[in-house]
T-cell receptor
């Protein structure tokens, strides 16, 4: 079974600074997808960024980028120019690409990010 | 449009009540999911529907009864719940991943229903 580990329960950063959230995963599969979801206090889960395991290039979405290290099974999220609206719980998630059909996401325990003004 | 809607936003019910949660999406997704989320924890999968058929049941107690009447709508019927069932219930939807399909695996979540069982 796959597992996802987020070793930082809480992180804080000054507004406009850069912060990196860590995520490691364990799988024996060769093809999969990785996601970062953001859940602000309003509680809606919002997709931040997605990475396909077969792609070597790291995904980027505006101020959000990932450092995907497949051999090390690491998938960290970098937030540049942090804004107050980035304050949220961030979940790293894994989904197999080898199993067709609707499948579950495997979530990490989450990292609560605080932005200090 | 990547919107999933859920009603009601909040629900308070007694242990003898029967209530239903509703989820709707109009993105053409044929997979829909129910998750339960306790405070400060990740979502836990409860049920998955694929093409309106139940494909995954994560050993959820029978007091939770899912229903998928059509491809856009997902219900969760609640009966005789316990106080420990109080949580945020999240609905999500996605395309059904087929061989060679890329970019269709993302799950989009609704805002959730916050349930309190007294």
């Amino acid at each position: 079974a796959q597992t996802v580990t987020q070793s930082q329960p809480e992180m804080s950063v000054q507004e406009a600074e850069t912060v990196t959230l860590s995520c490691t995963y364990d799988t024996s599969e060769s093809d999969y997808y990785l996601f970062w979801y953001k859940q602000p206090p309003s509680r809606q889960m919002i997709l931040v960024i997605r990475q396909e395991a077969y792609k070597q290039q790291n995904a980027t979405e505006n101020r959000f980028s990932v450092n995907f290290q497949k051999a090390a099974k690491s998938f960290s999220l970098k937030i540049s120019d942090s804004q107050l609206g980035d304050a949220a719980m961030y979940f790293c998630a894994y989904r197999s690409a080898l199993i067709q059909g609707a499948q579950k996401l495997v979530f990490g325990q989450g990292t609560r990010l605080t932005i200090n003004p | 449009d990547t919107e999933v809607t859920q009603t009601p936003k909040h629900l308070v019910m007694g242990m003898t009540n029967k209530k239903s949660l509703k989820c709707e999406q109009h993105m053409g997704h044929r997979a829909m999911y129910w998750y339960k989320q306790k405070a400060k924890k990740p979502p836990e999968l409860m049920f998955v529907y694929s093409y309106e058929k139940l494909s995954i049941n994560e050993s959820v107690p029978s007091r939770f009864s899912p229903e998928c009447p059509n491809s856009s709508l997902l219900n969760l019927h609640l009966h005789a719940l316990q106080p420990e069932d109080s949580a945020l219930y999240l609905c999500a939807s996605s395309h059904v991943l087929a061989g060679g399909s890329v970019g269709q695996e993302t799950q989009y979540f609704g805002p959730g229903t916050r349930l309190l069982v007294l």
